[in-house]
Protein backbone atom coordinates (compact mmCIF):
# COMPACT_ATOMS: atom_id res chain seq x y z
CA UNK A 1 0.00 0.00 0.00
CA UNK A 2 2.60 2.88 1.19
CA UNK A 3 5.36 3.46 -1.86
CA UNK A 4 8.15 3.13 0.30
CA UNK A 5 10.86 4.17 -2.74
CA UNK A 6 8.71 7.06 -3.09
CA UNK A 7 9.33 7.44 0.50
CA UNK A 8 12.64 6.69 0.55
CA UNK A 9 13.32 9.86 -2.38
CA UNK A 10 11.71 12.46 0.34
CA UNK A 11 14.09 15.59 1.11
CA UNK A 12 14.16 16.38 4.96
CA UNK A 13 14.37 20.38 4.92
CA UNK A 14 16.25 21.48 8.09
CA UNK A 15 14.35 25.27 8.74
CA UNK A 16 12.97 26.37 10.95
CA UNK A 17 13.39 22.35 12.03
CA UNK A 18 13.67 18.90 10.36
CA UNK A 19 10.44 18.35 8.15
CA UNK A 20 9.66 16.28 5.02
CA UNK A 21 6.55 16.28 2.52
CA UNK A 22 6.44 13.68 0.49
CA UNK A 23 2.87 13.30 -2.22
CA UNK A 24 2.05 10.51 -3.86
CA UNK A 25 3.35 7.83 -1.37
CA UNK A 26 0.18 5.89 -1.47
CA UNK A 27 0.74 2.83 -4.27
CA UNK A 28 -1.82 4.55 -7.48
CA UNK A 29 -3.29 1.42 -7.74
CA UNK A 30 -4.38 1.07 -4.20
CA UNK A 31 -5.48 4.87 -3.18
CA UNK A 32 -8.89 5.00 -4.42
CA UNK A 33 -9.52 1.49 -1.85
CA UNK A 34 -7.45 2.90 0.70
CA UNK A 35 -9.56 5.98 1.02
CA UNK A 36 -12.73 4.09 0.80
CA UNK A 37 -11.78 2.08 3.91
CA UNK A 38 -10.78 5.07 6.04
CA UNK A 39 -12.79 4.98 9.11
CA UNK A 40 -16.15 6.57 9.51
CA UNK A 41 -15.29 9.22 11.85
CA UNK A 42 -18.69 11.20 12.87
CA UNK A 43 -17.10 13.52 16.04
CA UNK A 44 -14.15 15.51 16.61
CA UNK A 45 -10.73 14.79 18.35
CA UNK A 46 -7.79 12.53 17.89
CA UNK A 47 -9.09 8.78 18.03
CA UNK A 48 -7.18 5.83 18.65
CA UNK A 49 -7.21 3.69 15.78
CA UNK A 50 -8.81 0.82 18.34
CA UNK A 51 -11.80 3.11 18.39
CA UNK A 52 -12.32 3.55 14.75
CA UNK A 53 -11.18 0.68 12.47
CA UNK A 54 -11.15 1.30 8.90
CA UNK A 55 -11.66 -1.61 6.38
CA UNK A 56 -8.98 -3.69 5.00
CA UNK A 57 -7.23 -1.64 2.61
CA UNK A 58 -6.41 1.14 5.14
CA UNK A 59 -5.56 -1.51 7.71
CA UNK A 60 -2.47 -2.97 5.15
CA UNK A 61 -1.47 0.79 4.92
CA UNK A 62 -1.09 0.84 8.45
CA UNK A 63 0.30 -2.65 8.81
CA UNK A 64 3.07 -0.66 6.27
CA UNK A 65 3.48 2.78 8.48
CA UNK A 66 3.91 0.62 10.92
CA UNK A 67 6.70 -2.09 9.59
CA UNK A 68 10.34 -2.49 10.56
CA UNK A 69 11.08 -1.08 7.09
CA UNK A 70 9.35 2.40 7.52
CA UNK A 71 10.60 2.79 10.98
CA UNK A 72 13.88 2.44 9.48
CA UNK A 73 13.61 4.41 6.91
CA UNK A 74 12.31 7.39 9.15
CA UNK A 75 15.57 7.09 11.59
CA UNK A 76 17.76 7.04 8.27
CA UNK A 77 15.87 10.30 7.15
CA UNK A 78 15.53 12.39 10.59
CA UNK A 79 19.04 10.56 12.29
CA UNK A 80 17.04 9.23 15.09
CA UNK A 81 16.97 6.59 17.28
CA UNK A 82 13.48 4.59 16.85
CA UNK A 83 14.15 1.20 17.43
CA UNK A 84 12.75 0.84 20.80
CA UNK A 85 10.26 3.47 20.07
CA UNK A 86 6.47 2.63 20.67
CA UNK A 87 4.20 3.85 18.19
CA UNK A 88 0.57 5.73 18.79
CA UNK A 89 -1.33 5.86 15.67
CA UNK A 90 -5.34 7.93 15.88
CA UNK A 91 -7.16 9.14 12.96
CA UNK A 92 -9.31 12.51 12.73
CA UNK A 93 -12.16 12.99 10.55
CA UNK A 94 -13.98 16.06 11.61
CA UNK A 95 -12.48 19.82 12.30
CA UNK A 96 -14.18 22.16 14.42
CA UNK A 97 -13.41 25.83 14.14
CA UNK A 98 -11.16 26.29 17.46
CA UNK A 99 -8.89 23.44 15.36
CA UNK A 100 -5.57 23.72 14.57
CA UNK A 101 -3.91 26.54 15.91
CA UNK A 102 -0.47 26.92 16.13
CA UNK A 103 1.40 24.69 18.50
CA UNK A 104 4.52 22.04 19.41
CA UNK A 105 4.28 18.75 20.01
CA UNK A 106 4.90 17.20 23.36
CA UNK A 107 7.91 16.65 24.06
CA UNK A 108 6.95 12.70 24.97
CA UNK A 109 7.04 12.32 20.93
CA UNK A 110 10.47 11.83 19.08
CA UNK A 111 9.25 11.97 15.77
CA UNK A 112 5.36 12.71 13.83
CA UNK A 113 3.91 11.29 10.37
CA UNK A 114 0.83 12.67 9.44
CA UNK A 115 -0.71 11.32 6.10
CA UNK A 116 -3.98 13.11 4.55
CA UNK A 117 -6.72 11.62 2.43
CA UNK A 118 -9.08 13.79 1.30
CA UNK A 119 -9.93 13.40 -1.96
CA UNK A 120 -9.86 17.39 -3.19
CA UNK A 121 -9.09 20.86 -1.48
CA UNK A 122 -9.47 24.32 -2.06
CA UNK A 123 -8.38 27.64 -0.80
CA UNK A 124 -6.02 28.00 2.06
CA UNK A 125 -8.56 27.08 5.04
CA UNK A 126 -7.33 23.96 6.69
CA UNK A 127 -3.86 23.38 4.64
CA UNK A 128 -0.72 22.30 7.50
CA UNK A 129 1.70 25.33 7.83
CA UNK A 130 5.14 24.79 8.85
CA UNK A 131 6.10 27.91 11.11
CA UNK A 132 8.91 29.49 12.22
CA UNK A 133 6.90 30.56 15.21
CA UNK A 134 3.96 30.65 17.29
CA UNK A 135 2.20 33.21 14.46
CA UNK A 136 0.46 31.17 12.16
CA UNK A 137 1.06 33.49 9.76
CA UNK A 138 5.13 32.74 9.97
CA UNK A 139 5.23 29.74 7.79
CA UNK A 140 7.58 28.63 5.47
CA UNK A 141 5.31 25.64 3.77
CA UNK A 142 1.68 25.30 3.35
CA UNK A 143 0.59 21.99 2.59
CA UNK A 144 -2.77 21.22 1.26
CA UNK A 145 -4.43 17.51 3.02
CA UNK A 146 -5.15 16.01 -0.22
CA UNK A 147 -5.16 12.26 -0.46
CA UNK A 148 -1.44 10.96 -0.43
CA UNK A 149 0.05 13.13 1.13
CA UNK A 150 2.90 12.53 3.96
CA UNK A 151 4.10 15.03 6.49
CA UNK A 152 7.05 14.09 8.57
CA UNK A 153 8.84 16.32 11.23
CA UNK A 154 11.26 15.46 14.37
CA UNK A 155 9.36 16.75 17.53
CA UNK A 156 11.70 19.55 18.73
CA UNK A 157 11.37 22.72 20.77
CA UNK A 158 10.24 25.15 17.85
CA UNK A 159 8.26 22.42 15.61
CA UNK A 160 5.51 25.62 15.45
CA UNK A 161 2.70 24.17 12.78
CA UNK A 162 -0.63 24.29 12.66
CA UNK A 163 -3.58 25.74 10.35
CA UNK A 164 -6.03 28.22 9.53
CA UNK A 165 -9.73 27.52 10.60
CA UNK A 166 -11.92 24.71 8.78
CA UNK A 167 -15.17 23.42 10.10
CA UNK A 168 -15.84 19.98 8.59
CA UNK A 169 -14.23 16.77 6.76
CA UNK A 170 -10.45 16.73 7.09
CA UNK A 171 -9.33 13.48 7.15
CA UNK A 172 -5.61 12.22 8.45
CA UNK A 173 -4.19 9.60 10.22
CA UNK A 174 -1.18 10.25 12.42
CA UNK A 175 1.43 8.18 14.04
CA UNK A 176 4.17 9.54 16.73
CA UNK A 177 7.27 7.62 17.94
CA UNK A 178 6.74 7.89 21.57
CA UNK A 179 9.83 7.97 24.60
CA UNK A 180 8.11 4.99 26.18
CA UNK A 181 5.38 2.54 26.94
CA UNK A 182 4.13 4.78 29.58
CA UNK A 183 3.68 7.66 27.59
CA UNK A 184 1.89 5.19 25.31
CA UNK A 185 -0.74 4.28 28.00
CA UNK A 186 -0.85 7.91 28.89
CA UNK A 187 -1.72 9.07 25.62
CA UNK A 188 -4.31 6.49 24.49
CA UNK A 189 -6.11 6.74 27.40
CA UNK A 190 -6.62 10.62 27.33
CA UNK A 191 -7.27 10.76 23.44
CA UNK A 192 -10.00 7.47 24.15
CA UNK A 193 -11.18 9.57 27.04
CA UNK A 194 -11.46 12.67 25.30
CA UNK A 195 -13.18 11.01 22.10
CA UNK A 196 -16.00 9.69 23.99
CA UNK A 197 -16.69 13.25 26.09
CA UNK A 198 -17.15 14.77 22.30
CA UNK A 199 -19.85 11.74 21.46
CA UNK A 200 -21.85 13.07 24.20
CA UNK A 201 -21.57 16.83 23.57
CA UNK A 202 -23.87 18.57 20.92
Known amino acids: MLDFERVGEGVVN ?19 AVVRDFPQ ?6 IPLGEARGGGAFARLVADL ?3 RFRQLMAAKFALD ?48 ILRSGDLEDWVAEIPPRQGTMVAFAVTKNC ?11 LSLQMNYLS ?6 KHQFF ?12
Open 180 to 185: GSGVKY
Open 82 to 129: LADKPVLTTVRGVMRAKDGCAHTDSATKVLTVLVYFNQSWHGQDGCLR
Open 14 to 32: ITPFPYMVVEDVIVGDQLS
Open 160 to 170: WHGHKPVVGRR
Open 41 to 46: VRHPGS
Open 191 to 202: HGLSARLKQLAP
Open 66 to 68: NSA
